[in-house]
């Protein structure tokens, strides 16, 4: 079964030095990144020349087994679980 938030879950990720998230916080668990299979940006304004990314999204997999995908809101820095696979 698939579990889909159009909107995202807030999470709270634990970030490496480069970015890439090493751990997040869902519903008060904590879940270390075993993987990062995909991660792709969204610009919205993909016609205009030197416009930036607005938005990251990254499907990975976790030590403890959740295979998900998290955006992350490059302007406000906001983390957000979107869909968890089970």
Known sequence: MTHL????EPIQVETGSDGTPRAFVWRGMR???AAIANR???QASWWVPNSEAWQEYLKLTT???LLC???????SNEWRLIRLYD
């Open 5 to 8: 938030w159009p909107q995202g």
């Open 31 to 33: 879940h270390p990144v």
């Open 40 to 42: 792709w940006r969204v």
């Open 63 to 65: 030590a403890d087994g």
């Open 69 to 75: 995908i998290l955006a992350h809101d490059l302007r």
